[in-house]
């Protein structure tokens, strides 16, 4: 298996413009999470879906910020308009809850915002 | 709700050298509690992990005990190489209907030769 896979590695965009960031989950997990890491805060869960169903988004900072999730291989997160306090790193991780694994990480994506 | 507290960085120690990241945790019922690392520009991978009371978890000389009694999940290694250059995550898993992730805010290693 690939593992979980995202797109694009590094994005550098200017303030005011549409981002979005891209998840391909591990084939046969049912759980998909996104999270944002900074230095200042740290590793910050954003959104959590289970079977393609959004469970848990109360760590999205604001409306500017939406994930979806159409089917079980597919995920994507966007954030529109974005601000240069969006700059992170945002990984995607998968999970097969049948038996409460752990969950395994894609590279991540490194968004600079200018 | 769910939370897990772990030691504050960094922490530089000597090649060879013991290490103890602590690791202490909230949670309702029996959570499932894991270590990941991170090494510079990768994401997150598993290191060990521990599904039940007094489990050990191990992996490249890493352990750590599953302590109910004290919330406790502390990784351990005695002898630490420059290679283990790293930052670790702790991390539990919740039961039930959620299967929500929640992470430490992370310890960063450095080991100099």
């Known amino acids: 298996d690939a593992g979980v896979i995202q797109s694009p590695r590094h994005e550098v965009t200017e303030m005011g413009q549409e981002v979005t960031l891209r998840c391909k989950p591990i084939?046969?997990?049912?759980?998909l999470f996104w999270y944002r890491q900074t230095m200042m805060r740290g590793l910050e869960l954003l959104i959590y879906?289970?079977?393609?169903?959004?469970?848990?988004d109360s760590g999205m900072p604001e409306d500017r910020f939406s994930a979806k999730m159409p089917n079980a291989s597919f995920s994507t997160l966007k954030i529109q308009p974005s601000e240069p306090r969006d700059s992170a790193v945002y990984f995607c991780a998968s999970r097969n809850d049948r038996g409460v694994t752990e969950a395994f990480f894609g590279q991540g994506t490194r968004l600079t915002v200018v | 709700g769910n939370s897990v507290t772990q030691m504050e960085g960094p922490v530089t120690l000597s090649e060879e050298a013991f290490l103890t990241i602590n690791c202490t945790y909230t949670?309702?019922?029996?959570?499932?509690l894991f270590w990941y690392v991170q090494y510079p520009g990768e994401g997150l991978q598993l290191l060990l992990k521990?599904?039940?009371?007094?489990d050990k978890g191990s992996n490249k000389g890493f352990e750590a005990t599953y302590r109910k009694e004290t919330t406790s999940f502390h990784l351990e290694k005695g002898s630490v190489q420059v290679s283990d250059s790293a930052v670790y995550f702790c991390?539990?898993?919740?039961?039930?209907?959620?299967?929500?992730?929640?992470f430490g805010k992370g310890t960063l290693l450095t080991v100099n030769p």
């Open positions: 949670a309702t019922g029996y959570p499932s």
């Open positions: 879906f289970n079977n393609n169903v959004p469970i848990d």
């Open positions: 521990a599904t039940k009371a007094d």
């Open positions: 991390a539990l898993s919740s039961g039930g209907s959620n299967y929500k992730l929640t």
């Open positions: 084939s046969g997990h049912n759980s």
